[in-house]
């Protein structure tokens, strides 16, 4: 008996330097936000205690608040799928090559060495009215004056693709790598072409890191502040902007929290749905 | 003797039974203890305590203030000057009111507005004027102007000024046209696509009031401002949110016109961009300042303003951020580059600036932020 408590108290002395830092860390620290959400911010910037649904009936009510929730979740849909449509076959290549995997993995790794910041600018010389992209076509002569590339949805969208790509290659890669390459031949030798081989069965048992890659880049996105200010245009911002306008530019922390929450709250949706159907371990599995 | 001797005798005695394990091992303690207060980390652990935090605007600005004051200073007392920025007032204020008293310092704060919102957030601290012998160089205007936000008082030392004028791509607009436009060409529908624009609302504010010909320190028709705020947020390519991107932004011509802080247009200038500047009428000027924050190391700080307001530091500092110094041409002779930067008064009255009153614009503020913001995104 004692031995069974023992047992069953070891995986809590375990987990407990985590969850400590993670209740300090995190937990405390939202719990604060919420109670910052109930406060007003006075006309000189300072904060007044107290139990008001001010700033949640604004964020409810207000349009404005729920057109750039829909724009930023249509944007981090948007992304979402172009990263799966280009980091599918990028994942199911690596994990089906012979040899080279390790050298493969290395370099989906390295954007990751450089800041997201430096990266996200990078566009700037590629996409600028005297970027690479308008140089070379205009010393081609394919134009005469440079297009206006950049400051626009397409690169606000370009650039999160380019950040949370690898995200979706290495979810995908993980679950593809775990598929058993016979079965796709002993669907073939069944009479499918390669082609079907795939839909039928590489593609369905490969969706659980499918979503989890997805369920990543939607996060992600619909949480980037950085993306929208430098490479978006006046109306390109996202929800994570308010947010960073209520609490630095307004100085009004109480509403910069209860909208915060509200990003909070529809992400945790999303991720308890995700939940309910493909459970979390196919997340850890991916991170992993 | 030496402490390895110490250590030796006591040694011994714990050998012979003198002393019993628990003292010996608690005065091995208490010596590592002694060891650690008085030797080299100690002293690295007192020294702290002579360092202060400098934040400013970043770029070029700060490349100055480095190079030419902060650098000589350290040299000269040995108080380290640890320097941090910031893209705009708003940012560093929320920054302050998330610290700690005494985490920041000292601020190259812009505008007698963000000065006056610090005092009733009750940030300010006293300087003692007498450890800053050199503020009495100083244009009495910029500092009159502090002394009646707190009280007859300073918690700040004023160090520059300048102007938000318009900068323009001389290749794409003409000086005539300049002339004849001023503020309204940030509404010129030939440019769309072409303009820039600061994401600062009293800036948006301001050049609307010029554009819809009210007074910026006075606008009556608050429907024409928000009107012109979106007329030009509908001809824009982007709104721009540091020096570094205003810069950046000119120099790659990705926009042809902005409004733009005079000291960076001069910086474009001097790396020879054909970039042309102009303040319109009643164009915003402002002046900043040095802003000791409560609960500062008050001595090491009125140390660091009274060695930048020393010509030699002020004239270096300005010359290199384009910035004409906060001395009085009047007392001090500022050399040959100064009177050529723009927005320079030789006379020292600097009647020719129009600066926001702090009172209309703060009391604004909570309103008039918000109401930009949305404009800002499409509303």
């Keep these: ?288 | 003797m030496d402490n390895s001797k110490r250590y030796d005798r006591l040694l011994d005695r714990y050998k012979s039974g003198d002393v019993d394990r628990r003292s010996f091992l608690g005065l091995i303690g208490a010596a590592g203890l002694a060891y650690g207060v008085s030797t080299p980390f100690a002293k690295n652990a007192l020294s702290a305590v002579k360092e202060v935090r400098f934040d400013g605007w970043g770029g070029v600005v700060s490349e100055a203030f480095r190079k030419h004051a902060f650098d000589p200073f350290t040299k000269a007392t040995g108080v380290n000057v640890v320097d941090g920025t910031f893209g705009s007032g708003d940012e560093y204020i929320s920054r302050v009111k998330a610290s700690q008293n005494g985490e920041y310092n000292i601020a190259h704060l812009s505008g007698v507005f963000d000065y006056a919102r610090y005092h009733e957030l009750g940030l300010t601290s006293t300087l003692n004027e007498d450890n800053i012998p050199n503020l009495k160089n100083v244009i009495p205007k910029l500092v009159d102007v502090f002394r009646g936000v707190t009280d007859g008082k300073l918690s700040c030392v004023p160090f520059d000024y300048g102007t938000t004028g318009i900068a323009y791509n001389r290749k794409h607009i003409s000086d005539e046209e300049m002339q004849e436009k001023g503020a309204s060409i940030l509404l010129d529908e030939r440019l769309k696509g072409k303009i820039g624009g600061w994401s600062d609302w009293r800036t948006r504010i301001w050049y609307a009031a010029l554009q819809t010909g009210q007074d910026p320190n006075n606008a009556t028709d608050m429907d024409a401002i928000w009107g012109a705020i979106r007329t030009h947020r509908d001809l824009l390519l982007k709104y721009w949110g540091s020096g570094a991107e205003l810069m950046s932004l000119l120099a790659e011509e990705e926009i042809y016109v902005t409004e733009a802080w005079s000291g960076r247009v001069f910086a474009l200038q001097e790396q020879g961009h054909d970039i042309g500047y102009m303040d319109p009428p009643n164009g915003f000027g402002w002046q900043e300042c040095l802003f000791v924050l409560k609960g500062s190391p008050m001595e090491e700080c009125e140390q660091l303003l009274n060695f930048m307001l020393s010509s030699e530091a002020s004239i270096a500092v300005a010359e290199g951020q384009n910035y004409p110094p906060a001395l009085d041409p009047a007392k001090v002779d500022l050399g040959k580059k100064i009177p050529t930067l723009p927005a320079f008064d030789p006379t020292g009255t600097l009647s020719g600036l129009t600066f926001a009153k702090s009172d209309y614009w703060n009391g604004n503020q909570q309103a008039w932020s918000k109401e930009f913001g949305r404009i800002q995104k499409g509303y």
């Design chain 1, 1 to 288: 008996m004692a031995r069974e408590t023992r047992e069953a108290r070891q995986p809590w002395l375990l987990l407990a330097p985590a969850l400590t830092t993670i209740f300090f860390l995190l937990v405390v620290p939202v719990l604060f936000v919420v109670v910052y959400s109930f406060w007003l911010r006075t006309a000189n910037g300072s904060d007044q205690p107290g139990f008001y649904m001010t700033n949640w009936a604004e964020v409810v009510t207000d349009p404005f608040y729920r057109d750039i929730l829909f724009n930023t979740l249509k944007i981090a849909a948007v992304t979402t799928f172009l990263c799966a449509l280009l980091g599918y076959p990028t994942a199911y290549f690596i994990a089906r090559s012979r040899g080279n995997k390790a050298m493969l993995l290395m370099l989906l790794m390295l954007p990751f060495w450089i800041s997201y910041i430096i990266r996200t600018m990078s566009w700037i010389n590629i996409l600028g009215v005297s970027g690479a992209l308008n140089s070379l076509l205009l010393s081609l002569g394919v134009i005469e004056t440079p297009l206006q590339l950049l400051y626009n949805e397409a690169t606000v969208v370009l650039g999160l693709v380019h950040f949370l790509l690898p995200f979706m290659v290495l979810n995908i890669y993980v679950s593809v790598e775990g598929i058993d390459e016979t079965l796709e031949d002993a669907a073939c030798s069944l009479g499918s072409t390669r082609w079907q081989s795939f839909l039928e069965v590489t593609l369905p048992l490969s969706l659980p890191g499918l979503a989890a890659g997805g369920l990543l880049c939607f996060v992600l996105a619909a949480g980037t502040y950085i993306t929208p200010l430098v490479l978006g245009g006046p109306t390109d911002a996202m929800f994570a902007n308010l947010v960073f306008e209520a609490i630095i530019t307004q100085l009004d922390w109480p509403l910069g929290s209860a909208l915060s929450l509200v990003l909070v709250a529809v992400l945790g949706a999303l991720v308890f749905i995700y939940n309910r159907f493909f459970g979390m371990a196919q997340l850890m599995k991916g991170l992993s």
